[in-house]
């Protein structure tokens, strides 16, 4: 169902929108949302600026999101297409997309064949689907969305309106907050990767600690938390965690961080808050990295991290740094060759001195 352009503006603004400029020759019906080099008239898209602006000029899109920048403006209305202007185009696309696209949503109920132990403690208007279990004396809040195939471990609790989607798990003790989404296939409080060596072998260290995940965390498909042998790991309020993600035993992660997929915490790291962590990181055992602080996909980290400082490569070192390094790697074969020459003329002297 469309919305006039002018509603458009007024539903962001409802939905915390603020100090937007807009400008309109007619009031074009939106029926959605795309991509402005994808959008087709009756569409809403955005430019942040970058490699996008030029498609201002040849985009099909009925409306758009730009930023402040009065030449962007110009030719939309050139064009006559009507605009938002505004200092986060990507933040208001990404409200304006929360009004044409609502995700799935089971409705609220317990499906006959779920499995719930009379001991479990249910909120109000919780949602439970088929196959679900969920053992003795866990607590699920208000609102709790439980999707099919979920298995949630005894004494474990789960927060208001969070959403437990298909075939995770949720193991014994854990403590998962309102406004959580834990994606399809993650584990949260698995046992820690703990073993003791011995002549026999490897004895396992039993995992007796608890995970805890604060409010409004997100843990993406196939990721794993895991629970340590004593004391707990924790995942900061609004923290959001990327696909296939490992956390190892005892970490603490800060508030409102970022971690992108295929990263692996070592046991007992820590981070501080607003850490973003790209694709594929890996970072060590007990290692500390401190508030604000970044590193590149693929950085292998292996000493603490200050706060604000950004990282990347194998072993981890500072991003100027890196870039004189990666510079000079480019000149390794002409300087090899350089040092081939000095080397036989150095040779050749000796000789000739001989």
């Known amino acids: 169902m469309g919305m006039k352009f002018s509603e458009v503006v007024q539903a962001l603004g409802h939905t915390g929108a603020t100090n937007l400029t807009t400008h309109a020759e007619h009031n074009p019906e939106i029926l959605g949302v795309a991509a402005i080099d994808e959008a087709s008239p009756g569409l809403l898209s955005y430019v942040d600026g970058g490699k996008f602006a030029a498609q201002v000029a040849t985009t099909q899109a ?30 208001v696309f990404a409200q304006a997309i929360a009004l044409f696209y609502k ?47 979920v298995v949630v471990y005894p004494q474990a609790s789960v927060g208001d309106r969070t959403v437990l989607h298909a075939n995770c798990v949720i193991h014994e003790r854990s403590q998962v907050g309102a406004n959580c989404v834990i994606h399809a296939g993650a584990v949260i409080g698995s046992e820690g990767f703990g073993f003791v ?48 993600v490992q956390v190892g035993h005892g970490c603490t992660i800060g508030q409102a961080c970022a971690i992108a997929a295929h ?44 706060p604000g400082e950004v990282v990347v490569g194998t072993p981890a070192i500072g991003y100027k740094l890196f870039l004189k390094v990666s510079a000079i790697m480019n000149r390794l074969p002409d300087m090899h060759q350089t040092v081939k020459r000095l080397q036989k003329q150095i040779e050749g002297s000796q000789a000739d001195r001989g």
């Open 263 to 306: 990263t692996g915490l070592a046991g007992g790291v820590q981070l501080g808050n607003r850490v973003i962590l790209g694709g594929q990181v890996g970072v060590s055992n007990q290692t500390k990295i401190g508030d604000g602080a970044q590193a590149g996909a693929q950085a292998g980290i292996h000493s603490d991290v200050a």
């Open 62 to 91: 009925s409306a758009l999101i730009l930023p402040m920048d009065e030449t962007l403006q110009a030719q939309a209305t050139e064009r006559s297409i009507a605009w938002i202007a505004t200092k986060q185009p990507r933040l």
């Open 197 to 244: 060596p011995t002549a026999e072998g490897w004895l396992k260290m039993e995992q007796s600690g608890i995970t805890v995940l604060e409010d409004g965390v997100e843990i993406g498909c196939n990721s794993a938390v895991d629970r340590p042998a004593v004391g707990e790991t924790r995942i900061g309020r609004y923290t959001k965690l990327d696909n296939f």
């Open 103 to 149: 995700p799935y949503q089971l409705p609220a109920g317990i499906h006959p064949t779920a499995v719930i132990d009379p001991s479990v403690t249910l909120g109000q208007d919780v949602a439970i689907g088929a196959h679900v279990v969920i053992q003795a004396g866990c607590t699920i809040g208000n609102g709790v969305c439980i999707h099919p195939n």
